[in-house]
């Protein structure tokens, strides 16, 4: 680490310059923007960010930003992430995947990563679909979905992302969009704090092979009604000028209802470090029609990060044990021959 | 039979011999390994040579009593140099039926054989498949049998204890090695203090096994039971500090050892799988020297790890056997993509797929040559013996770090459990291993720019202002763009094939381990098969026979001067492998040579004996 | 399939006559004897049987049923027995794993055939330790834990295997013990009347690695306050004559308190066919010792099977498209030469 | 430069030729696939035959203008048998500059080159890499240059239509073809009725685009910018029914083709990966030809649902490229273990890692022989040609079922991709697959109790009663029991590779696809060089040469004979291999024979020139 004072970065100061080959249109783009200019604002040096990712449209990331980067195997950021982590704890190790490469085979090492709390951030441009191989259904996909694959519809129900990040016991997840440029930048900011893993998902369109995906959600009409934004410590309202709102009936069944002003003892009030994870669950599959989309931090709690017990362990062993190398190649019992 | 009864009066005859090979053998639950590990270090420290074949089955504790159950544990202590466990035992201590049914084929003729008798009952002699006791029968006929009842005696001497019934019969093992180490002349001194310092937080224990150890070796000199008491001398081993060390024990070491030479951490990412599980084990008692452990999820995600980490500037090490191997191929096409350290230790086991997984072989050498898509070529190297482990481990570490490389070392379960003495060395004996990491931008050229001796690429840690760089398995140009131009594909596909053909020259040519150029025969092999080929060469020779051996410890690239050896010996070059012949396809390949090969795929190692009959055949019919 | 009458079998007719070699005391043997029990007691014929495993002591179930059956590799019993399934959907297909085996390297197949809800019928046994490789912590160990691999203790948290499977979309979860031949039994049975996945996390006691890890549940006095049974419409009792009881709080937190005669309107009443997964959710990770651990079905939901689903689709096909395979050989447009 | 000016007066002269060559090159979202697609199918229809190279880049839409983004199409029609798509092209059709710059070394000295002079803007010029207008200076000399306003022209020609701006540009394609069709004397209809079918749903994008078509066609007649009109006549093709095909599409095929004609369900367990995701797409609609789907998680899952779907009685298959072959490696040993039918298809790409994944290779070869761990034998075929696919797919399950095991079948990207006419198989010629199920218990003597002839295990679909069975990874013995036993494990390791190694005896000997066995040369090949190998030893034996070409479509085990072929011509073969000598390694290990190879590693097939110059300059040495 360098211990010069950091400089002062613009948005173009993390573009490596390299020509950008995504689909003209493709929501990546937006991302892109809004992880420059979060990073520039971040106050890190630059080169102590590291980005790995696995293969797929999304998980050209790295070759876009002017920082050290991985361009892995498919599936399999967050192990090379995790080497990384481990071996460098003062690096800012941020891994960018699709929802194919994160959750269709590299689903293992994505809960792997949130169970042992490994201080990597890691977003997932989810768009539904698997854009780099043109066009197949992904395990995020909406049942019936008619792909390359799947001509008669896909007959699996889609993973929540979120809900597999909090049934492996994450700490820290959270949703925003690529069209919404401010709040991605929010969520990026605010998974850069969190110690430990910080997953985000980003609802992103691929405008060639599911074009439209998230149009419920970003469109600017529609988001009115299917958008909930979480603060902490607020009301879950929507729609119209807040006029929804969701609460939870006492057999712990949630329902949207009209604004009260706050009078109903059910109402869900945020509280993204609840230690028990069961309403950041709850919330993390609630979705249009029935419901709106939650956008913003589900949970944030504190727990101790893996990097940071995995060194306090090696640290451990050398105050309390010898370092000696010709004993240890001795061992306990040596015997000399003359 | 002949059942020995105790020799009457005097002291009993002392005999010296050159070396003893003794086998123990007993349920998965009787602490056969254990027995036999003293057995061998109390010999070591005697001063003897000493090799040693662990033998377990598959499973944690199967059925008592059982054919599968049966745990063996072979061992050769000498006066002389000793590189096998030898052929077949002087001694047999059999525990039960089962053991006796499944080893006593490995019992020499005439030689000794201890049972305990207390588990020669009916309901043992039937899960061994008896109708009658052996101890009854002729089946016994021409050894020197010897029935103790172990079990009884032992519980006798534990009378005044206050251990459970289970808790002092599982102390019968002293027993019989205190009666061995009466018979073989070893002290016990050793044991006892190996006892103190195991069971330092249990006293009762070690002082139960202690009282047990004593009485069987007091068993045996008060009942007179043997006719001869044997002695091994010291045998003429080079001078030096020496330990007894397994392949797995020596692999570990081996990773402090690189740590301190190299000043980088080494960062060990692994998922358990048997024979490789204990490098994890051992090596997650070194975080004092620089050795960090991380047991992943599963055999990809522990060598991404590694490689993440050698990315980050440690020395990513992964450590598995040949079903780990197999997941691992399409992360290794990776690290030959991103030209990085990382260091790839498989511990070979009977295969395919699951195989006879507590087994040796030496089945996966076409897998580390070959198992990746597209061409992927990576340095392998094979260890020789337990205690070469240590070195081929540092071998390959450096060879890792200055060709910018992928290593793979090939061990096996022969090696990995078997134990020898071992000469310790001096750390400032060891070579450093130079490590050099790009920092100035000035004069950074392009991640994938070579060095003009290596053709390895520059190596810069994640952290250091101005090189900031990607790295990743699409094609690269050499600044590092991704390129898909034909020609530069072509040009990079052949500049990663010319770095690993040009660790050539930074490796010991081709020479010969015995005999001369001129012979009638040389033998050739690779990995654990080297002691039992040396001991076979050096016995041939000793009948005055014309036969040389070879060993190679690096398959690819292959040692220079090998291609003329091999074909200065085209057609009178005997290759034996614990496979279907994949060393030997290999170097009929690139050296256009004849060479007969010696195969056995039984989960077991080489007898000198089934060496040197074929060497004698192959000189027959030349002659 | 066959169309005689199903014969009455016994519990012996189950066993393959293989000699069993666990270690004496190993937990398995009484989930064999119970699966054994239940299988004769199921009526479907033995022939219809199919059980599926990985790798581990757990996974040489196979083996000793005297079934049809595969010990696969490890961690990928799920695909094999999700290819089964797919093939002959009439096949009872059972997929026998540990906690090795189905969470460490196989944790994605695992998610997957949860997610696609494939009518497979998975029991997990969990010893919290990797058995046959001798004692290596496992992704259930509590952390902390010093094992083979882990000197100084193990530092990443547990998974909970209910909460994995719920988060990935299970449609029936239920959690047992070895020890609990009769609740076994009848979770056992239970799953096999459910359509559709089915994951039973059955604990284990490895006596030889890791002795005792479940004492605190199976023994005869700890279980009274450790345990809480889940019956369907049953308020959560649990302690000594049933003296305790769960509660939700407001804010959705749970609580253990002294039971009330039900007054209590916040006191939870286990309803396993809610289709909102929270609540199962919120059972699956209470534990010992701030809770007792809820042994029985936590969700069973119906929804369609897989399997169901891709026959469903080429009987479609096979009614609305031609099966000409000359047709389908020569393709929209031909030509022909003389 | 010669820019062409329209041709004056009277109709334009036609002139017969024997063989077009076109390429067609844009950006990724010009529809140049599409167009070249129609050109192919087109040209097959009118009875010609054909060859195609689909180029494309690995991004979906790299950016517009640039080089990398630029996408390409070569086809080769012909009235004579047409095996490559042709060296170096007559005309280029180049859509924007980067189209030009990237393509220009293709065309012919003197060939026609059409360029749309809209795109030939500053912007896009930079984007190039030009720094003036190549319609302007010297580079393009010696071509016959046709700049015409495509992108105006067609935006006119759709004037009176509703589309948007951006939905009309994306006509253009069609203007280009129509001028081709004009040009090259081909029909409108086929194009025009594939339109009505396309867009069946969207009438006003087929009448659109059928306007723009007509429009180029008439653009080219009335214009007269072009001096000559060719004419390729019929191709003298086997009679037949005809159909044009890509490799994968003959795949999907063949795998109905297989339920047929055995009359199992056929299970694709598949992850989707570039080349071979196309597989899974056709597959995808032959549900009601007995081909059931599957998109697994990942390629192991893909595998294990394959092998799972076998052992339930069906026929598992799993398509995949390297990076998939790599993964499945493990699984794989499995499926050797059960020894159950499994058809393994791995569509190669450029290497190593993710390499050049939208180019072609053969380097997989190594990795399909040897890339599991432990003795773990399978057969290996690769097929020759697109339409090839399709037989050998059959021969690969005919040869799984009937010796019960994986089998793996090699294609790469130039032939999945690649369409040729493809003579279409009468069902009824068909050979049938017979599938034999063991149900009766009383005959039933144990899982692994083998076929005499074949060394096969008996296959039985769970549900049979009474022959409740357990298999797995472990070593078994023959009753299917796990085994231990050195010997046994040895006898098993020989079984199942004599039970491969037998296969020879079922699959055709080696013979020489064109020549004499006294040639002087012969050029061996396997894979997808068959076309550019065959077509080099015609022309060069034209030429009066004597060389001969023989193709392996089987790789393991190697067929009969080969051997005494090679060893007649050791030292005059060339290996012609899209790597860097994988079989050249295996055939001189196997037969001791010296091969030359030729090597080319660039994601780009062999062009007959290279192949012919190196069959020259070998024939001239050895002269
Ligand atoms: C081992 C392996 N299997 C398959 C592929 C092919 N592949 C590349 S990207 C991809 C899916 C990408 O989907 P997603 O992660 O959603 O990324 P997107 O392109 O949608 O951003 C697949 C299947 C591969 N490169 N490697
Ligand atoms: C690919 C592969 N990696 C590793 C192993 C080694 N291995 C066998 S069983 C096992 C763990 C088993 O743990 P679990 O599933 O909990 O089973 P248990 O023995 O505890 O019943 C491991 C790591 C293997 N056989 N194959
Ligand atoms: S295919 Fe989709 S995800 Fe990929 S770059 Fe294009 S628009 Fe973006
Ligand atoms: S090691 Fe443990 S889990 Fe395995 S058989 Fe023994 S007691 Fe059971
Ligand atoms: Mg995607
Ligand atoms: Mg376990």
């Known amino acids: ?338 | 039979m002949t059942s020995q009864s105790p020799s009457q009066g005097g002291t009993t005859p002392r005999q010296r011999v050159e070396a003893a090979i003794i086998r123990l053998a007993g349920d998965s639950g009787d602490g056969i390994q254990l027995t036999g590990s003293r057995m061998s270090e109390t010999s070591a420290l005697a001063g003897n040579d000493v090799a040693t074949l662990p033998d377990y089955p598959a499973e944690i504790r199967a059925p008592a009593g059982t054919l599968p159950g049966v745990s063996g544990f072979q061992l050769q202590f000498a006066s002389k140099s000793v590189l096998t466990p030898g052929d077949q035992a002087d001694a047999l201590v059999a525990f039960n039926p089962a053991a006796l049914r499944v080893n006593l084929s490995g019992l020499k003729q005439g030689g000794i054989l201890i049972v305990n008798s207390d588990a020669f009952d009916a309901n043992n002699l039937r899960k061994a498949g008896y109708d009658h006791s052996p101890l009854e029968g002729h089946e016994l006929e021409g050894f020197r049998v010897y029935p103790v009842g172990i079990t009884s005696i032992t519980r006798q001497a534990l009378e005044q204890t206050d251990l459970s019934l289970r808790a002092k019969d599982r102390c019968k093992n002293f027993f019989a090695l205190g009666m061995l180490y009466w018979l073989y002349s070893r002290p016990l001194e050793p044991t006892l203090e190996w006892l103190r310092r195991k069971f330092a937080s249990q006293p009762e224990l070690a002082e139960a096994n202690e009282k047990v150890l004593r009485a069987g070796y007091n068993y045996a000199e008060t009942a007179r039971i043997f006719q001869t008491v044997y002695e091994v001398a010291h045998a003429p081993l080079p001078a030096g500090l020496y330990r007894s060390l397994d392949g797995n024990e020596a692999i570990a070491l081996a990773l402090a050892a690189v740590a301190h030479q190299s000043g980088l951490q080494v960062f060990l990412g692994s998922y358990p799988i048997t024979p490789a599980s204990t490098v994890l084990h051992r090596a997650g008692r070194l975080k004092a020297h620089g050795v960090a452990t991380f047991q992943a999820e599963d055999e990809i995600a522990a060598v991404g790890a590694a490689l993440g980490a050698s990315f980050a500037g440690a020395l990513g090490v992964t450590s598995t056997s040949g079903p780990g191997l197999a997941l691992k191929g399409e992360m290794l096409g990776l690290a030959v993509m991103m030209e990085l350290p990382l260091l790839v230790i498989c511990v070979q086991r009977g295969g395919p797929s699951t195989g006879l997984p507590t087994k040796t072989e030496q089945a996966d050498l076409d897998i580390a040559l070959h198992g990746r898509h597209g061409e992927c070529p990576m340095p392998v190297l094979a260890a020789a013996s337990p205690g070469d482990c240590f070195h081929m481990v540092f071998e390959a570490a450096r060879l890792a770090i200055r060709h910018m490389t992928p290593v793979i070392l090939l061990s096996d379960g022969y090696i990995a459990n078997g134990a020898e003495p071992f000469r310790v060395p001096a750390p400032e004996d060891l070579p450093p291993i130079p490590v050099h990491f790009h920092t100035d931008p000035e004069t950074f050229r392009g991640a994938y720019v070579r060095d003009a001796a290596t053709g390895a690429r520059p190596w810069v840690r994640p952290g250091t202002p101005g090189l900031e760089h990607r790295v990743g398995g699409l094609e690269k140009d050499a600044q590092g763009a991704v390129s898909y131009d034909p020609e530069n594909h072509e040009q990079m596909v052949r500049a990663r094939a010319a770095k690993i053909e040009g660790i050539e020259s930074d490796i010991p040519p081709a020479s010969l381990e015995e005999g001369e150029a001129e012979d009638d025969l040389l033998i050739v092999g690779w990995g654990s098969t080297w002691g039992a080929i040396t001991q076979a060469t050096r016995e041939l020779r000793q009948q005055g026979l014309k036969v040389s051996s070879l060993h190679l410890r690096y398959l690819q690239p292959l040692p220079g001067g090998l291609g003329e050896i091999l074909e200065q010996h085209s057609g009178r070059i005997l290759l034996p492998e614990l496979n279907r012949g994949q060393l030997r396809e290999v170097l009929s390949a690139r050296y256009g040579v004849t060479i007969e090969g010696l195969q056995k795929v039984q989960g077991q190692p080489f007898r000198v004996s089934e060496i040197k009959a074929r060497a004698r055949k192959m000189l027959e019919e030349t002659r």
Chains 1, 3 share one sequence.
């Open chain 1, 1 to 338: 680490m360098s211990s010069d004072p950091v400089p002062t970065y613009k948005k173009k100061d993390f573009s490596s310059g390299l020509e950008v080959r995504w689909c003209p249109g493709c929501g990546d783009y937006s991302i892109l923007n809004a992880v420059q200019t979060a990073f520039a604002a971040m106050g890190v040096p630059r080169e102590n960010f590291v980005i790995v990712s696995g293969i797929g449209c999304s998980s050209r990331f790295p070759y876009y930003m002017d920082t050290y980067g991985i361009h892995g195997v498919h599936g399999r950021a967050p192990t090379l992430a995790t080497g990384i982590k481990l071996a460098r704890p003062e690096l800012d190790v941020w891994v960018v995947t699709g929802d194919g490469d994160g959750l269709a085979i590299g689903g293992n090492h994505l809960i792997h990563a949130m169970r042992r709390n490994v201080g990597l951030k890691i977003l997932m441009f989810n768009n539904r679909i698997y854009g780099l191989t043109k066009g197949q259904y992904s395990p995020t996909s909406e049942q019936g979905k008619v792909t390359a694959s799947t001509p008669l519809g896909s007959i699996d129900p889609p993973f929540q992302p979120l809900s597999v990040a909090l049934g492996a016991g994450a700490t820290f997840v959270a949703r925003t969009a690529d069209r919404f440029g401010k709040h991605l930048q929010e969520m990026i900011r605010r998974a850069a704090c969190h110690r430990g893993a910080a997953f985000i998902e980003v609802l992103q369109n691929c405008n060639i092979f599911n074009n439209g995906a998230w149009g419920q959600i970003t469109g600017k009409q529609e988001r009115i009604d299917n958008v909930v934004y979480l603060e902490q410590g607020q009301p879950l309202r929507f729609g119209e000028e807040g006029r929804r709102a969701l609460i939870l009936e006492e057999c712990g069944q949630p329902r949207a209802v009209e604004w009260n002003d706050g009078g109903d003892p059910r109402l869900i009030v945020h509280d993204e470090t609840r230690p028990e994870p069961s309403m950041a669950f709850l919330l993390s599959h609630l979705a249009p029609p029935e419901f709106p989309l939650p956008l913003g931090v589900l949970r944030d709690v504190p727990a101790p990060a893996f990097e940071d017990l995995h060194h306090e362990q090696i640290r451990r062993a050398e105050q309390s044990e010898s370092n000696d190398l010709a004993e240890l190649l001795a061992g306990p019992s040596t015997w000399t021959i003359e």
